[in-house]
């Protein structure tokens, strides 16, 4: 089987498949139900103050503070309540000396009060109430755009948009957003040993489940983009090639998994014209790109790998997505050596500030993916890091 001729570097690699791509120009408006983990396609300025007056913050009185201050547990002060106002509605009484308001939280303040006066500090007998300590001026207020300003910046172009980003355009009033369209990703499958369902016979002869689609599919929804699966082929270059020309036509991205590399069998590669085709990273050496095409390996944990260091960033890239990574800093339990002149995907299991190594090694050992929540990177340079070390894992989001 002819060899690579020469190993790209993966950030040389990585950098040109980005510098290949363009952000996709398509925006849609879709119901906030529907927004979460889209990626926002325009700043977003709020229109209103949040909240729209000042409220209450606790249950209890309005008061002018100052009428507070004399106010111990040994020498309360006395103030009339002219007033008992429910959720949802509002006073039509100012709130003048020697006077309070009875409220509940989140009701708007009425005028001529300053501060609310905790139910529990006060006594109160029939319409007057004993005060038992001082409150300060805006104690127990939320003040009017305490949360949001009118014409205030709350959300950038690229967030990826999260349960409590979608909270607060509620709050102040969408119900809908623009947000970039999803990629479009036809995937494709090849080799002749594999089938779709379990076929117990079939097992018997040399036959594999394949369970690259699935992952690819998952992967795709979960870094902003809309899977197309375009079947599992057989080793025929006619039909491979064929699928390629029409995945090509119909995505944005097209993954074909096996047939990288230059075995006699393998033909997706012959159908592509690369930017880069065999690179430095372990696993998944032999990943290939052109033409908005990958081709992949066929084993599932050089495939998850390659779309983690590769795909993933062509996908934000043609989202724009911002900050899609979440990366922490952690100390290894024990040495992951590594050889000089490869760029290794090293699995870990991330807790408490620690990665450990997952043992597991071969690119069709899923169960390593399985037992990992994260991952390491080694670069060309180095031989690896000492147990102990502080290293940065990314997580699986």
Do not use: C
Request: glycine share 10%.
């Amino acid at each position: 089987m002819r060899e690579f001729k020469r190993l790209t570097p993966y950030r040389e690699a990585l950098s040109l498949l980005l510098n290949d791509l363009d952000e996709i120009p398509e925006v849609e408006e879709v119901p906030l139900d529907e927004a979460a983990g889209r990626v926002l396609a325009e700043d977003v300025v709020s229109p209103v103050d949040s909240p729209p007056f000042d409220r209450a913050a606790v249950d209890g009185y309005a008061v002018r503070a100052e009428d507070t201050f004399p106010a111990r547990e040994y020498r309360p002060v006395e103030l009339r309540v002219i007033d008992e106002v429910p959720t949802g509605s509002e006073s039509g009484k100012v709130v003048e000396p020697g006077t309070a308001v009875k409220l509940l939280t989140g009701v708007k303040m009425p005028d001529g009060a300053n501060a609310v006066l905790m139910q529990e500090m006060a006594e109160r007998e029939g319409g007057i109430i004993r005060v038992l300590r001082p409150v300060a001026p805006g104690q127990n207020v939320a003040m009017k755009g305490e949360d949001v300003r009118k014409g205030q910046t709350i959300l950038r172009k690229g967030q990826i948009l999260r349960p409590q980003d979608l909270a607060i355009l509620k709050s102040i009033g969408f119900t809908s957003v623009m947000v970039k369209r999803k990629p479009r990703v036809g995937i494709i499958v090849t080799g002749s040993e594999l089938i779709e369902g379990f076929n117990e016979e079939a097992l018997k002869h040399g036959k594999i489940i394949e369970s690259n689609s699935i992952m690819l599919k998952t992967l795709v929804r979960q870094y902003f983009g809309e899977p197309r699966f375009y079947g599992v082929l057989p080793d025929d270059e006619v039909k491979i090639g064929e699928a390629i020309k029409k995945a090509r036509s119909e995505n944005d991205l097209v993954l074909v998994t096996g047939g990288s590399a230059f075995g006699d069998m393998d033909f997706a590669h012959r159908f592509v014209e690369p930017l880069f085709h065999g690179t430095t990273i372990k696993p998944g050496r032999p990943i290939g790109y052109g033409e908005r095409t990958f081709v992949m390996s066929g084993y599932p944990v050089a495939v998850f790998a390659q779309f983690q260091l590769y795909v993933k960033h062509a996908l934000a890239k043609l989202v724009g997505a911002r900050n899609y990574e979440v990366r922490v800093k952690a100390r290894l339990t024990e040495r992951v050596p590594s050889q000089l002149g490869r760029y290794e995907f090293v699995k870990v299991w991330y807790k408490d500030g620690k990665a450990r190594p997952i043992k597991k090694k071969g690119s069709g050992i899923i169960s390593s993916l399985v037992e990992s929540n994260g991952y390491i990177e080694i670069p060309e340079d180095s031989e690896g890091y000492l147990e102990g070390e502080e290293v940065e894992v990314t997580l699986y989001s």
